[in-house]
């Protein structure tokens, strides 16, 4: 998903739930600030992601719902793989039980139906009413969430079908959720190159790996963004999904092979590691 914001200090008028996180859960938490958005969440290749920008009220896939996700109005899912989007009736269940607004969920249409079987389900098995606002976006559709927060639905490259978003005019943020390094070179997508802040995956970082490896499961290796580097123009990329093969200190060591033109706005998630 890529945005298109006016400001970045809009959040949920009605508060932040104070029991949606647990003191250890805070303590344990590594949230970073980047281009003057705060950025939370876990992302770890087959077990989780949920990436947080708590000021502007919103979250990026809920593989399985961390409650710190629950407080944000607004969830973007890129697919459906169970890591992305396995927390998304415990999403909704939440805020219903803390009595918060329901929740505008955008999806990818081809998904859609299937998403609204899920919460049928959960509504016959629980007998709850699991409100929220469901959207479906096509490739190069955009929603206005609000005045100040746009969205527009691009194309990436997985196993399963998967979309980010593409606007007209240069995008705050871009989420790429986790594919294969080929929307780097789709001229469909420049303007995800040129956002202010790219998400996107790594899952693979080591030589013991190879880029045949990452495409065989729809993913990106971190040799093709450095063999890549001159496309990148973003102020910052956030690097996520990395498999959890490895260790923190695995992927910092990795990251020291990035190019000049690189090391300096690279940043990496790695809570959970």
Do not use: W
Request: proline share 4%.
């Amino acid at each position: 998903m890529e945005m298109k914001t006016k400001s970045s200090d809009s959040a949920e008028k009605q508060g932040h739930v104070d029991s949606t996180g647990s003191m250890s859960e805070k303590k344990k938490r590594k949230g970073m600030t980047i281009e003057g958005y705060p950025i939370d969440g876990l992302s770890i290749a087959g077990h989780e992601t949920c990436i947080i920008l708590p000021t502007l009220n919103l979250a990026f896939d809920i593989g399985r719902c961390p409650q710190r996700a629950v407080s944000q109005q607004f969830l973007f899912i890129s697919h459906g793989h169970m890591d992305h989007i396995g927390g998304l009736p415990m999403y909704v269940a939440t805020r219903g039980l803390y009595r918060m607004a329901p929740p505008t969920i955008i999806v990818p249409t081809v998904i859609k139906e299937c998403v609204e079987k899920l919460f049928e389900a959960h509504r016959a098995m629980d007998h709850s009413e699991l409100k929220h606002n469901l959207i479906g976006l096509n490739v190069g559709e955009e929603f206005q969430l609000r005045k100040d927060l746009k969205v527009r639905a691009f194309r990436t490259y997985h196993g399963i079908p998967s979309q980010i978003t593409d606007t007209v005019t240069m995008p705050e943020i871009a989420f790429t959720g986790d594919t294969m390094s080929d929307f780097i070179v789709d001229d469909n997508n420049i303007d995800v190159l040129r956002a202010k802040i790219l998400i996107m995956e790594s899952t693979y970082v080591s030589d013991i790996e190879t880029v045949e490896n990452a495409r065989d499961y729809g993913h990106t290796h971190l040799s093709e963004i450095i063999g890549y580097a001159d496309r990148f123009q973003n102020k910052a990329i956030l690097l996520i999904h990395f498999s959890a093969r490895y260790q923190a200190d695995d992927i910092q060591n990795a990251m020291s092979t990035l190019p000049p033109s690189l090391a300096g706005r690279v940043f990496t998630l790695t809570e959970g590691f």
